[in-house]
């Protein structure tokens, strides 16, 4: 199944399986770099996807978590001097007191999350196209990416699940009533009737996700993202519309 380059921007999942693949920097554009031949400034990468460098802040703030898993980092102080050392120009960013460093793997990351960029769409489109053409053993080893980055994320997803229950009325263990949500959730998500979920978590000894397809998976990932996200900018009074608005689903 064809993946939407929508899907790579909202699943943090996804882009986990594409920061190696820098190599297509090159095919999008033309990007300059630092003497170190390593890391870009702010405005390197900014210019590289024609966009304003408020634009590249804003999204290293909002994803500082990933990009620096990715390779970005700030330096300062004695970081920054001795930065200015190894490129052998200590003229150089006279004044400034902090830099922030993109390396390769970060640019790329920039560009899976950059949504009002040509250059970044065309990054995104020859990550994509590039997967068409994979083996199967890279297939296979997407799929453990995928799965083995959901299971970290379920656990933020639980707490989440934690706080609706909190605010329900049900009489239900957690356990029974979490399992209950998640059914319903991956029965709406993956557009499959209780049959079809019944027959994916026997297949998967007892856990529907380890039958799951990788696009499937991904599919569960930005569900569960959506509920996070919903449940930690809505606050509490939306938390409760969304536990009434499973609560339909379920009964």
Excluded: C
Excluded at 29 to 36: A, M
């Amino acid at each position: 199944m064809s993946i939407s380059s929508e899907v790579l921007v909202e699943s943090r999942t996804m882009r986990s399986q594409y920061t190696d693949r820098f190599e297509v920097l090159d095919k999008a554009g033309s990007l300059s770099l630092l003497p170190d031949d390593t890391h870009a400034t702010t405005e390197m990468v900014a210019s590289f996807y024609g966009v304003g460098t408020e634009a590249i802040k804003a999204i290293a703030h909002r994803n500082r978590e990933e990009l620096e898993n990715s390779g970005y980092r700030v330096v300062k102080g004695v970081d920054l001097k001795q930065f200015k050392t190894e490129l052998q120009d200590v003229t150089l960013f006279k004044g400034v007191r902090s830099l922030a460093l993109f390396n390769r793997k970060a640019i790329l990351n920039v560009g899976m999350l950059l949504t009002e960029s040509d250059v970044a769409r065309k990054v995104r489109a020859y990550l994509l196209s590039a997967e068409e053409m994979l083996t199967d053993e890279q297939r296979r080893q997407a799929w453990l990416r995928s799965r083995l980055n959901g299971i970290e994320a379920r656990n933020s997803f639980t707490e989440t699940l934690k706080i609706i229950y909190e605010m329900s009325e049900t009489s239900k263990s957690f356990g029974i009533w979490a399992s209950t949500f998640t059914t319903m959730m991956t029965k709406a998500t993956l557009k499959i009737d209780h049959k079809e979920f019944q027959e994916l978590k026997a297949k998967g000894g007892g856990n529907a996700r380890n039958a799951m397809t990788e696009d499937q998976l991904k599919r569960m990932d930005m569900a569960e993202n959506l509920v996070r996200s919903y449940a930690h900018l809505k606050g509490a009074d939306s938390i409760k519309d969304l536990y009434y608005e499973a609560k339909d689903l379920m009964s």
